[in-house]
């Protein structure tokens, strides 16, 4: 099956600091990917559409300059959070699909955030 | 839907049980469902999908049953095993739309040995 990598699994931070979270695609190309955020014993909550080549779409709510998304190539993309609190602990997960028009998503492993 | 500021419901089955898990999805024009099982501290992995044409799949020891006038889904999971404990999501999504699955609450399923 399709396999998706995603590093670091954990990442603590001082506040004030940025982080940089790698979603690789390593057996198909992956024009679309997915960044969600779940809190514990809660569901995914979806952060925004990364699309290779072009801007990423960001729910709701989601402050695109806190989490910043680059989808440069067909096998990466990467959220960057900025100036991370203690409030954007979390775990943090991305997905990849093969295309637009197939529904299935393929997960990484997750990385979990936690900033002291 | 979400389950903000909501805990997980919680299945408990004993060892070699049949488990259900329900689901109930929100959108009439979803068309697609998935479920996913996910490990603690891990991503979500895929156990089965069906589309809206169909009302029942089955995988190994998995099927999903589909109905379409409430608006319900389910997963059996037969023979339970303790590696079967997770969390189980149901994940909706539309044709017509972009796609993109909506996930639902999500049951916590603890197998005892």
């Known amino acids: 099956g399709a396999v998706v990598s995603q590093h670091p699994s954990w990442v603590i931070c001082k506040s004030g600091t940025s982080v940089k979270i790698e979603c690789r695609s390593l057996d198909f190309q992956a024009t679309t990917m997915f960044w969600y955020r779940q809190f514990p014993k809660q569901s995914l909550m979806l952060m925004a559409t990364s699309n290779e080549g072009s801007k990423a779409t960001y729910e709701q709510g989601v402050e695109k300059d806190k989490f910043l998304i680059n989808h440069a190539s067909l096998t990466l993309s990467t959220l960057t959070v900025t100036s991370a609190h203690p409030e954007d602990s979390s775990f943090y997960i991305c997905?990849?699909?093969?295309?637009?028009?197939?529904?299935?998503?393929?997960f990484g492993s997750g990385t979990q955030l936690s900033v002291l | 839907g979400e389950s903000v500021g909501l805990h997980l419901p919680t299945l408990s089955v004993q060892e070699g049980d049949n488990s259900i898990i329900n689901c109930a999805y929100s959108n009439s024009a979803s068309d697609y469902f998935i479920w996913y099982k996910q490990e603690s501290g891990k991503g979500p992995q895929f156990i089965i999908d069906i589309r809206s044409n169909m009302d029942k799949r089955q995988g190994q020891r998995v099927t999903v049953l589909l109905n379409k006038t409430v608006k319900h889904l389910s997963l059996q999971i037969a023979a339970t095993q303790p590696g079967d404990s997770a969390v189980y999501f149901c994940a909706e999504s539309e044709s017509g739309g972009s796609y993109i699955p909506t996930f639902g609450r999500g049951t916590s399923l603890i197998v005892h040995p």
């Open positions: 997905s990849a699909r093969f295309s637009a028009a197939n529904e299935k998503l393929f």
